[in-house]
């Protein structure tokens, strides 16, 4: 079975095809000294291709805001190769044929691209609103008879085909207690964690916390997201995180981890400093999601877990695969997660959890010592 999973291609995906053989293919054919991947910004040859259509710069401003950041950025690389494609061809890059797109997508996989990086590619040509035969470029016949061929010749691969044991972390997060006793960076990194783990969050959703209008319960603090996360689509927000107290273990309890995080940075934040978390250094300036996903994997190293394996992505597989274990409704899961498609867990998350082995390794090399 291989999903159709050019439904997010359609999300943001344009008819620049209207106008057919006569649109300014000029725009597109750069000198082969400036198209080179490197830099080409192809972004700005979309807007550019807007442009000439007679949109207003406004407009074009929010067709260009469909693209997030991170789509942007998986995309550029086969945008680029495929201006790049065309341009050596003398083909206009909105006004192609199926055999065109075919031979793009083989001459990337005769380059040694698998499945998945295909994929990648064939949405990007989608998201251009290139039309073949009045299907998107990514949804025609042919297009899904080649990718089916891919992906038997060169199936993708999950990540992780095992996860590591939260009882690891844990055992690790309660030996950071009392937190009034504990430094302001052992502080982050348990806060950061325990919130990931809790939550089954993305790094992007810990990153994103703000402290603005935040709301303090009796066992339970509610923190919005300054931004859009992954799982946001029209009519589908997931703004809000609960992080409620765990009273049987105050070790482990977010609450109080929290109620402590806020009191010590309460001096240190800037007054115009809205993000939860902060630099535990000076000058103590909202952090980026690479330094929260840094902070996690610095967890997982003192935890004893095998990060040149795992990423700090992988709590999310990691705490759900848990949930499962210990016999949590996959509804609930779902939920909490934020995820609508339960093939979603099963395909990318369900993990067999690996146990720790040191005792093992204890009693066979204390039996090696002995013979």
């Known amino acids: ?135 998107t470029a990514g949804s025609h016949p042919q297009v899904i008879r080649f990718m089916k061929g891919v992906f038997n010749l060169r ?41 990931a783990l809790v939550n089954a969050a993305r790094i992007q959703t810990v990153h994103l916390l703000t402290v603005k209008n935040f709301k303090k319960l009796t066992s339970e603090y509610v923190f919005c997201c300054d931004g859009l996360i992954k799982q946001s689509r029209p ?29 010590r940075t309460k001096m240190l934040r800037d007054s115009k400093e809205n993000r939860l978390l902060i630099s535990f250094r000076k000058p103590h300036k909202a952090v980026s999601k690479d330094t929260v996903a840094r902070w996690i994997k610095v967890v997982l190293i003192r935890s004893g877990i095998d990060t040149v394996k795992y990423g700090a992505h992988s709590v999310r597989a990691a705490t759900t695969s848990k949930a499962k274990l210990m016999d949590v409704p996959l509804a609930d899961i779902m939920k909490h ?15 067999e959890i690996v146990k720790n082995d040191t005792v093992v390794k204890a009693v066979l090399e204390l039996d090696k010592q002995r013979s």
């Open 155 to 195: 199936p993708s691969t999950s990540r992780y085909m095992d996860i590591w044991d939260v009882d690891q972390v844990l055992c690790y997060l309660r030996k950071l207690s009392p937190v009034r006793n504990i430094s302001l960076k052992d502080l982050t990194l348990k806060l950061a964690m325990l919130i």
């Open 337 to 351: 997660a934020g995820w609508s498609n339960k093939s979603t867990f099963t395909r990318f998350y369900d993990k």
């Open 235 to 263: 009519g589908v927000h997931f703004s809000k995180v609960h992080l409620r107290a765990y009273p049987p273990d105050r070790r482990l309890c977010v609450y109080t981890v929290m109620k402590e995080y806020l009191k």
């Open 1 to 135: 079975m291989v999903a159709n999973v050019d439904a997010n291609a359609g999300e943001s995906s344009f008819d620049f095809t209207t106008s057919g053989r006569n649109f300014n293919a000029a725009v597109f054919r750069e000198s082969s000294s400036s198209i080179q991947s490197n830099d080409l910004d192809c972004m700005q040859v979309i807007r550019k291709s807007f442009r000439d259509r007679g949109f207003s710069e406004q407009s074009i401003n929010i067709f260009m805001a469909s693209w997030r950041a991170k789509t942007k950025c998986q995309y550029k690389t086969y945008l680029s190769k495929w201006f790049q494609f065309c341009c050596e061809r003398s083909i206009n890059s909105f006004y192609v044929s199926v055999n065109d797109v075919i031979e793009f997508l083989t001459e990337l996989y005769n380059k040694g691209l698998g499945y998945s990086s295909l994929n990648t590619a064939r949405s990007a040509l989608s998201s251009l609103g290139i039309l073949l035969e009045q299907y």
